[in-house]
Nanobody, 121 residues
């Protein structure tokens, strides 16, 4: 069993930065891929980024490529999402999920509760 808790969300001006954290409990966390997703009201949850269990493989949605960076520290059971050059369209609830590196939400077994990111123009 894996429990995930996101933190680091907040309100930031366009062009600013935030660093999200996804802290996990459970011994298997260091052996599985982790993804970041985001969702706005009335829309489906969309893929943002993913990282393999050892950090050697990462993938990004086209909309965040070059601005966001995913990383992990398995010793601390934590995955990070560094978000730079934020845009108002990045405003969403951000979720981390464990169990895959695919872009489909159905590929993930465990989800956090989400953290709100709001980017003002």
């Amino acid at each position: 069993q894996v429990q995930l808790v996101e933190s680091g969300g907040g309100l930031v001006q366009a062009g600013g930065s935030l660093r999200l954290s996804c802290a996990a409990s459970g011994r298997i966390f260091s052996n599985v891929g982790v993804g970041w997703f985001r969702q706005t009201p009335g829309k489906e949850r969309e893929f943002v980024a993913a990282i393999s269990w050892n950090g050697r493989f990462t993938s990004y949605a086209d909309s965040v490529k070059g601005r966001f960076t995913v990383s992990r520290d398995n010793a601390k059971n934590t995955v990070f999402l560094q978000m730079n050059s934020l845009k108002p369209e990045d405003t969403a609830v951000y979720y981390c999920a464990a169990g895959s590196t695919l872009q489909e939400t159905s590929a993930y077994n465990y989800w956090g509760q989400g953290t709100q990111v709001t980017v003002s123009s």
